[in-house]
C-alpha cells in the first residue's frame, strides 16, 4: 500500500522527467520515495528549470513540495531515517545512473544531427537505397514527372515519351465485345499504362497490379514517409537502440517531436510543400451532367465547376468529366475515339480535353449530345435515358483511354464521383462491367445526391437500356404508391455507390423521411452508414463583388466590404437603370433568381405579390422553366409594370448583377438541397430572406436585433403568410435600423463561404470509400 503513495509524484511531478520514472519500475516504495526525492535535485542541476516548469505549471514548487509529501509519506511508512549511509550509496549510484543516461542521450542527439544531414543530402541529390525496406528510390524519369502531382500538365512531355515507350499502340477495347474478351482487353491496357517501373519488371505482378501507377508514386513521393523511414534506418549501436527506446518513452512526446522537426525541416528545406491532402492523395473524377462555366442550368453545374477545383488545391489529381454538347474553346480533340453500344447500336464517343485551374476537364463527344447545348435534358425520356446511359459508360473508361498531360489516370487510387440520377448508372456500370470481373478492384465511387426530386424513373422494360445482366434488374425495381412498380435509376445508384454525399445536413436528415425521400427514403435510411450532408461551397473567384467580371460595365463597379454602401448603391442603380425600373435609392430591391419550377416556391412568392406591392418596394424575377411558371413572370411585369421585372430566360450577366444590385433575395423553396443563391447573395452584402428548410437552414441563420446576430429571415413553412410576416420585419430592418441592416450585410460577406472546408470533408468520404471493401 505505502507505494501507492509514491504513485502519484512520479505521475503527476515527473511528467518531463519520467526518464527517472522508468528506472523506477518494479521497486518497492522505500527506494522509490527516496529516488523521488533525489531525483527532484538531479533535475534542478541535470535538466535545467524550464524542462520541469514547462510541463508543470507550478514548476519546482510542485517537486519541492511533492517531495516534502514524500518524505512525510516515508515516516508514516517506518522506514529507517538513521541508515543515512545506506542513503547516500543509493543516491549515488542514482547520481551516476542519470549521468550515463544524459551521455547516451547526448549520443542520441548527436545521431539524429547525423540524421538530419543524411536526409538533407537525400534531398539535395537522390534518395539512396535504403537497406531493409523494400523500396528503392531512384530518381526514375517517371518519378521525376510524377513530382509535379498536383500539376499533372508540368513535364507532360516526358510524361508522354515516356508513356509512348509503354503505350506502344492504340488501345482498343469496351465491352461491345464479349465480356472475356472485354477482361484480357482492359488488363492489357492496365499493362500498358503500368507506370510503376519496379512493379512493371516484376513479372509476378498481376496485370491489374501493373496497371495501378499512381499509388506507388504516390507513396514514395509523399514526404511524410520518410518521418517513418529514417527513425528504424538510424545505424544505433544496440545500446543506443534500446536507449532509444527509453529515452523515446521517457521525453513521452518531445522526442517525437524532435522527428517530427527534423521531418518539417526536410520539407521546408525542399521545393515545395506536401499537398493538403498528405498521404491521402488520389486521382479524382467528377462526372456530371453539367459544368460551369461550359455549361449549366442550375446549381448542379455550380458544383461541378468549382468543387473539382477545390479537390485539386488539395492536392488531389482531378477530372471532371461532361458531355460536349457544342464547341467550347480551349478543348482539344485528344484524338482518342471509343465505341459504345446503346440500344443495340454502336455509338462512337471522341475525348476531347481542357486543363484549367488545376483540374483536367474531359468532354465526350457525341452525335447524341451535340447541339443539345440550350436543352440539355430535352427530349423524351428514352432519349435522356440513352444519352446517361453512353455517358456513363463512356466515362467510367476515361481513366484508362484519356491522357491528361500525357498520362492517363489508371485505375488505382481512383474515385468518381457521380452526381444525380444522371450519372448514377456509373457506380452500377463500375461494380457490372468491371468489379464483378475483377477489374477496377481499387476504384470507388461516390454519388452526390443534389435533388432527389429527379429520379430517371420509367417503366420496368426500360431496364434494357442499361445492356446490364439480367440480375441486376433488383437494383433498380422500386415500388411506391404513386408509381407503382419501376424502373429507377437514382435507387440503383444509392444501393451501388460505395459511398453517398448530399449537399447540407438538412437535407440528409430529410431524405430519410417519407416526405423529404420521395419514395427513396426507404433505401437512403438502409444506406444511412454511408451518408453524409456535406455543405456547398461558392466559386470566390467567380462570385466575389469584388472580382465579379460582370460588374464592370453599364454603371456596375465591384465592391468588398470597405466599399459596401457606395458599390452596392451604385449597383441597384445601374440594375434599375438596365431594367427600366425607376431608379430610386431607398425602394428595397427584391429579387428571385432560379429554375422555374414547383421546388422554388413561385407561387409562394405569387400570392405574397398583391401585399408586396403595398408596400412600396421593387420586385426582379429571373428564371425559366416551366412554361406555367415563366407565363406568370410576365403577367407580374405587365400588371405591375413600374415595380416589377419578370426575366425569362437563362443569363448569367444577369444572375450577377441581380445578385450585387439587389437588397433582398427570396428563396421560399418548398425544398432546396443546400441552395447556392443565398450563398452568393449573402457573399455581396444582399440579404436572404428563406423558408427554413434542407441547405436553407443550415445556411442562414436567423437575425436576432438583441444580439445583432444572424444573417438573413426565415420562415419555418412554405406558406405565403410566413413569407410576408418574414418579410415584413426585414423591410422594417432596412427602413428603420440601418445600422442592424449593415451588420446583417457585414456578417454576410466575411464568412468563409469557400469550397475548401467542403473540399476536406469530401476527401474523408473519398478515403473512407478507397478503404471500404
Ligand atoms: N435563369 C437563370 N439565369 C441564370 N442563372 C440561373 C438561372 N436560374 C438559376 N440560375 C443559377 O443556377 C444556380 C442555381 O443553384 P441552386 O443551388 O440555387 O439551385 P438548383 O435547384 O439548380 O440546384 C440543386 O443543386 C444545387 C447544388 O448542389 C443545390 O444547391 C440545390 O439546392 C439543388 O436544388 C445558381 O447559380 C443560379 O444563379
Not at 549501436?237 to 517525437?256: C, D, F, G, P
Request: proline letters at 4%.
Amino acid at each position: 500500500m505505502a507505494s501507492m503513495g509514491s504513485l502519484p509524484f512520479l505521475v503527476e511531478a515527473n511528467a518531463d522527467s519520467t526518464l527517472m520514472m522508468l528506472m523506477l519500475h518494479n521497486r518497492n516504495h522505500k527506494f522509490s520515495a527516496k529516488f523521488s526525492t533525489v531525483n527532484a535535485s538531479s533535475l534542478v542541476r541535470g535538466w535545467g528549470r524550464g524542462r520541469v516548469n514547462h510541463r508543470c505549471s507550478r514548476g519546482l514548487l510542485c517537486l519541492v513540495e511533492k517531495n516534502k509529501h514524500i518524505r512525510a509519506l516515508g515516516k508514516s511508512s517506518g522506514t529507517s531515517e538513521d541508515n543515512q549511509d545506506e542513503t547516500d550509496e543509493v543516491l549515488q549510484a542514482t547520481i551516476e545512473k542519470s549521468k550515463k543516461v544524459l551521455a547516451l542521450q547526448r549520443e542520441l542527439l548527436h545521431q539524429i544531427s547525423q540524421k538530419k544531414k543524411l536526409v538533407s543530402s537525400i534531398n539535395s541529390e537522390s534518395i539512396p537505397e535504403i537497406e531493409g525496406d523494400s523500396i528503392s528510390y531512384e530518381p526514375s524519369e517517371e518519378s521525376l514527372l510524377m513530382s509535379s502531382d498536383s500539376n499533372p500538365q508540368k513535364g507532360s512531355a516526358r510524361r508522354a515519351s515516356a508513356v509512348e515507350k509503354q503505350n506502344g499502340g492504340v488501345v482498343s477495347s469496351n465491352y461491345i465485345q464479349s465480356n472475356e474478351k472485354e477482361t484480357s482487353d482492359v488488363s492489357f491496357v492496365g499493362n500498358d499504362l503500368g507506370f510503376d517501373k519496379g512493379k512493371l519488371e516484376d513479372d509476378n505482378a498481376s496485370p491489374l497490379e501493373k496497371a495501378r501507377p499512381w499509388p506507388f508514386f504516390d507513396e514514395k513521393l509523399n514526404s511524410k514517409r520518410y518521418e517513418t523511414i529514417m527513425p528504424d534506418t538510424l545505424p544505433l549501436s544496440t545500446e543506443t537502440s534500446s536507449l532509444k527506446i527509453e529515452v523515446l518513452e521517457a521525453q513521452n512526446e518531445s522526442s517525437i517531436k524532435v522527428v517530427a522537426n527534423e521531418a518539417d525541416n526536410v520539407e521546408s528545406e525542399g521545393e515545395k510543400l506536401p499537398p493538403l491532402a498528405g498521404a491521402n492523395v488520389m486521382n479524382i473524377i467528377l462526372a456530371a451532367a453539367e459544368c460551369a462555366p461550359f455549361v449549366k442550368t442550375g446549381g448542379l453545374g455550380d458544383v461541378a465547376g468549382s468543387l473539382p477545383k477545390a479537390l485539386a488545391r488539395r492536392g488531389h489529381r482531378v477530372m471532371v468529366i461532361v458531355p460536349r454538347y457544342s464547341h467550347y474553346a480551349d478543348a482539344q480533340d485528344t484524338g482518342v475515339r471509343k465505341q459504345y453500344k446503346v440500344d443495340g447500336q454502336d455509338m462512337e464517343v471522341t475525348y476531347f480535353h481542357a486543363y484549367i485551374d488545376g483540374v483536367d476537364f474531359v468532354f465526350i463527344d457525341s452525335p447524341n449530345f451535340r447541339h443539345l447545348h440550350d436543352n440539355i435534358y430535352g427530349g423524351g425520356r428514352e432519349d435522356i435515358l440513352k444519352r446517361m446511359v453512353l455517358f456513363c459508360k463512356a466515362a467510367a473508361e476515361v481513366p484508362w483511354h484519356v491522357p491528361c498531360g500525357g498520362v492517363c489516370y489508371g485505375d488505382g487510387n481512383l474515385a468518381f464521383i457521380a452526381n444525380d440520377w444522371h450519372t448514377a448508372l456509373l457506380p452500377v456500370y463500375l461494380k457490372a462491367y468491371y468489379r464483378d470481373h475483377g477489374l477496377m478492384k481499387y476504384t470507388r465511387s461516390v454519388l452526390v445526391i443534389h435533388n432527389i426530386a429527379h429520379q430517371g424513373r420509367g417503366p420496368v422494360d426500360d431496364f434494357r437500356y442499361t445492356d446490364l445482366p439480367e440480375h441486376y434488374i433488383n437494383l433498380f425495381k422500386l415500388y411506391d404508391p404513386v408509381g407503382g412498380e419501376h424502373f429507377n435509376i437514382f435507387a440503383a445508384g444509392l444501393k451501388a455507390a460505395d459511398r453517398i454525399v448530399t449537399v447540407s445536413h438538412g437535407y440528409a436528415w430529410e431524405l430519410k423521411t417519407s416526405e423529404g425521400g420521395w419514395g427513396l427514403h426507404g433505401i437512403i435510411n438502409e444506406s444511412d452508414w454511408k451518408l453524409r450532408g456535406i455543405v456547398n461551397g461558392i466559386d470566390t473567384k467567380d462570385w466575389n463583388p469584388k472580382f465579379d467580371v460582370h460588374l464592370t460595365s453599364d454603371g456596375y463597379t465591384n465592391y468588398s466590404l470597405e466599399t459596401l454602401q457606395s458599390g452596392k448603391r451604385q449597383c441597384k442603380a445601374a440594375l434599375q437603370r438596365e431594367l427600366g425600373l425607376p431608379v430610386l435609392e431607398d425602394v428595397p430591391l427584391l429579387a428571385f433568381i432560379g429554375r422555374l419550377d414547383q421546388q422554388k416556391g413561385i407561387d409562394i412568392i405569387a400570392e405574397a405579390v398583391p401585399w408586396m406591392m403595398g408596400q412600396d418596394v421593387q420586385l426582379i424575377m429571373l428564371g425559366t422553366g416551366r412554361p406555367d411558371l415563366e407565363q406568370l413572370l410576365r403577367q407580374f411585369e405587365s400588371q405591375h409594370h413600374d415595380r416589377i421585372r419578370g426575366w425569362v430566360g437563362f443569363s448569367v450577366k444577369m444572375a450577377h448583377r441581380i445578385t450585387a444590385g439587389a437588397d433582398i433575395l427570396l428563396m421560399p423553396s418548398r425544398f432546396e438541397p443546400c441552395g447556392l443563391n443565398q450563398l452568393y447573395a449573402m457573399n455581396y452584402g444582399t440579404v436572404p430572406v428563406v423558408h427554413a428548410v434542407g441547405g436553407l437552414r443550415d445556411t442562414v441563420k436567423p437575425f436576432n436585433p438583441f444580439e445583432e446576430s444572424g444573417l438573413g429571415w426565415t420562415f419555418d413553412s412554405a406558406e405565403a403568410n410566413k413569407l410576408i410576416n418574414a418579410l415584413g420585419n426585414c423591410l422594417l430592418t432596412y427602413r428603420q435600423y440601418k445600422q442592424s441592416w449593415e451588420g446583417l450585410q457585414r456578417r454576410g460577406m466575411t464568412q468563409d463561404l469557400s469550397w475548401d472546408h467542403a473540399a476536406e470533408q469530401y476527401e474523408e468520404v473519398l478515403v473512407a470509400a478507397k478503404y471500404q471493401w
